[in-house]
């Protein structure tokens, strides 16, 4: 009987193990390099910040200054992480962040400042905006937000090897697509950081809850696909307190006290894996999108003074920096 | 304070689309499943709208059958199951419903392919379930969840009795089998799956009261307690959408919708909280 088990786990580690083979050989088939927008050394800035009811705003500006980011005139969408909330938890991107992020793209001059996400396990995206006290922490809430899964809809593409994707037309109209995250582990990605987020934009109303559609095209590709669909975007990740573990919903805080910014998702992901102590060169969405090719500029804080090893589950293990 | 079922009423009328559909909420373009929950809504108060809106469903007809998403998207949609209930509420039996259920009954989630069953059974523990249990997909070629096997259930116990399609009951069985197999160790459902990575997930208001009402008569359901887990969630969630679905799943078994005796939450002019608050579901679910 033993004999029996101890079989079928060996077959089962060796068809895993030729499944993770053909996964990497499929990674360096697919690469698809940084979206058009990216040009150069991308700058990344690291901003210190220990707590919550630190001064934001001026943490924000001086990540906007040292990156060289220009909203003036510019129709700006902030997309935070709302994938579900849980009340004084740490699965949503902080409403302090968030508040700052709107009040720093009104003083650069942006035409207007929106709000939109389409969360992706709960249909009320409202109530979970109110319950991660969005409303209260931002002035003109109700009427900045969209819920991008119930929104109108456009098809474009092509998108990661398939056709096309129908996405929010408010994501579509903006300027400049702002990804607000929070710095989280992910238990089928690696880590969930400011490209990932981009699946808020995809209309539950057509995708599902949840849109199950990006996992069976593939994590890493709609993650990188959906990064070069916009290439005019920005990234701040929220790693005052991130998630590790088992997240992106039921992992534990991990207090990291830094916020992350910069104009290429890829390279600020990178930076932020580094800092997470996570080899971002093992993160597969991170593969797809070239961020091995890109330069990044380091701004603000060097990651070996901030670094904080975020815990990672059984699977992810080997992400991790030596 | 509640809204009052007529006020919800006037304002689903009022926010109907020129082309007859509704939008998510007012002011958006017309989608198919805010289009049917106010016509379910409306079907026995607003003839003039519910004709309009009843035109514009049948010209989103998918050509292999189904309904279509929205006047943009051409592939056929879980929504489908609403149309078919909506046809079942008033009795209409012709061709579109005989397509639209066989469309339906050959929709089925990819976790039951050979490749998902390996993958299944070279790492249980992943994601807990049977797979040879297949529910419905929120879109063609995706996994099964528990939403759109809901609906699907309750789209199919509806008009079972009057089309022509075989193998009705058995795939109703199996989509009950597969609920029955996802439910959550606290009782109720999430929105997919009961246990991943070790974990148990927690039930979700909106799933678990779809769940039960799918789950009509099922002998192996405690209904008493399922049903005070259904109080219970209703008085923990201030999300008016959770709410109406919870009311609606107390008003089918119960005969009442229910007072939460805690504050609304603010209005969103959502139009499937108004539609799901004023649809009269024990008539529509005792009539299956």
């Known amino acids: ?57 001026d943490r924000l500006r001086r990540g906007a200054e040292a990156c060289g980011l220009d909203a003036r005139g510019k129709r700006v969408l902030l997309k935070p992480n709302l994938v579900e909330c849980e009340r004084g938890g740490v699965i949503h991107t902080q409403a302090e962040v968030l508040a700052a992020a709107v009040a720093l793209f009104e003083r650069l001059g942006a035409a207007e400042v929106r709000v939109g996400e389409g969360p992706g396990h709960r249909r009320d995206a409202w109530f979970l905006a109110e319950e991660a006290g969005y409303r209260t922490a931002i002035p003109g809430f109700d009427a900045r937000f969209t819920d991008l899964n119930r929104d109108d809809v456009e098809r474009v593409g092509p998108f990661a090897g398939e056709r096309e994707i129908y996405l929010a037309r408010t994501a579509l109209a903006a300027d400049l697509v702002v990804s607000v995250a929070r710095m989280k582990t992910h238990h089928w990605a690696g880590v969930t950081l400011s490209m990932k987020n981009l699946f808020g934009v995809v209309p539950g109303a057509l995708y599902g809850w949840p849109k199950n559609y990006l996992h069976q095209v593939g994590i890493a590709r709609s993650a990188a696909g959906l990064y070069r669909l916009f290439p005019r975007s920005f990234a701040i990740v929220d790693g005052i307190v991130g998630m590790e573990g088992n997240g992106p919903v039921q992992g534990r805080p991990r207090g990291c006290g830094v916020v992350v910014m910069g104009p ?16 971002p060169d093992k993160i597969e969405y991170l593969q797809l999108a070239g961020v091995g090719e890109r330069q990044i500029e380091q701004r603000g804080e060097t990651i070996a003074s901030v670094r904080t090893p975020f815990a990672l589950t059984p699977q992810f293990q080997h992400v991790r920096l030596a | 304070m509640s809204t009052c079922v007529p006020s919800r009423l006037a304002r689903i009328e009022a926010a109907q689309n020129a082309d007859g559909g509704w939008g998510y909420f007012p002011g958006k373009e017309s989608w198919l499943e805010p289009t049917v929950y106010a016509l379910l809504a409306l079907r026995e108060e607003a003839r003039a709208a519910f004709e309009k809106g009843w035109r514009l469903v049948g010209s989103w007809e998918a050509g292999a059958g189904g309904w279509r998403a929205c006047g943009r998207v051409a592939e056929p949609h879980w929504a489908t199951s609403l149309v078919v209930t909506l046809y079942g509420a008033m009795g209409i039996h012709d061709a579109a419903l005989e397509r639209g259920t066989r469309w339906l009954l050959a929709s089925r989630g990819a976790e039951t392919r050979a490749v998902a069953r390996l993958a299944q059974w070279l790492s249980p523990r992943t ?14 070629g995706t996994s099964s969840w528990v939403e759109p096997t809901a609906h699907a259930l309750m789209a199919l116990g509806r008009v079972k009795g009057c089309v022509g399609t075989v193998g009705i009951e058995e795939r109703i069985g199996m989509g009950k089998r597969m609920l029955l197999d996802r439910r959550c160790h606290d009782g109720g459902w999430n929105y997919g799956n009961r246990r991943v990575l070790g974990a148990d997930l ?48 107390l008003l089918q078994y119960r005969g009442v919708r229910p007072a939460w005796g805690t504050a609304e939450p603010p209005d969103r002019g959502d139009i499937l909280v108004d539609a799901v608050e004023s649809i009269s579901w024990n008539r529509l679910m005792a009539a299956a």
């Open chain 2, 127 to 140: 994601v807990e379930f049977d797979a040879t249990l297949s529910g419905w997909p929120w879109q063609t």
């Open chain 1, 264 to 279: 290429d998702l890829a390279a600020v992901d990178a930076t932020a894996c580094r800092v997470m102590g996570i080899n």
């Open chain 1, 1 to 57: 009987m033993e004999q029996t088990h101890g079989g079928c786990v060996t077959r089962r580690k060796m068809l895993q193990a030729g499944i993770a083979a053909a996964a990497v050989g499929a990674i360096g088939c697919k690469r698809q390099g940084a979206p058009p927008g990216v040009r150069g050394k991308a700058p990344v800035a690291i901003l210190r910040a220990a707590s919550y009811q630190e001064d934001l705003l």
């Open chain 2, 202 to 249: 927690p039930s979700q208001p909106e799933t678990t009261a779809l769940a039960l009402m799918a789950l009509d008569g099922d002998a192996s359901i405690r209904w008493g307690e399922a049903l005070d887990h259904v109080e219970r969630l209703g008085r923990e969630s201030a999300s008016p959408l959770a709410r109406a679905w919870l009311g609606a799943c």
